[in-house]
């Protein structure tokens, strides 16, 4: 009979603005539009869905269903979920702009 492992959730671990910060800085660097927009539900969830919902005047059905692995949020609620989160989008230039 094997063990049962419990399912790991990342929301757990976020419990501070570093560790937030650490993770959504790691997903930025992965280009992965998909990956990022997942990580940044999942740093919604740590937060509270219903919080960040009522505070982008969004529904949770809508912020899951768009930050879901299969999710596709437009830039604007991208943008809106970042600004009560605390996430501020920089830009720098890249390899091919030095």
Not at 3 to 29: C, M, R, V, W
């Amino acid at each position: 009979m094997s063990e049962k492992l419990p399912t790991f959730d990342p929301a757990e671990g976020l419990t501070s603005d570093a560790a937030i910060a650490a993770f959504i800085a790691g997903t930025f660097e992965s280009a992965d539009a998909g990956y990022i927009a997942h990580a940044l539900g999942v740093v919604a969830r740590a937060k509270g869905m219903a919080q960040i919902a009522g505070e982008t005047g969004l529904s949770r059905e809508w912020l899951y269903r768009s930050f879901s692995e299969r999710g596709n949020p437009t830039l604007k609620t991208t943008l809106a979920v970042m600004k009560v989160l605390g996430i501020e989008l920089t830009a720098k230039p890249g390899p091919q702009g030095r």
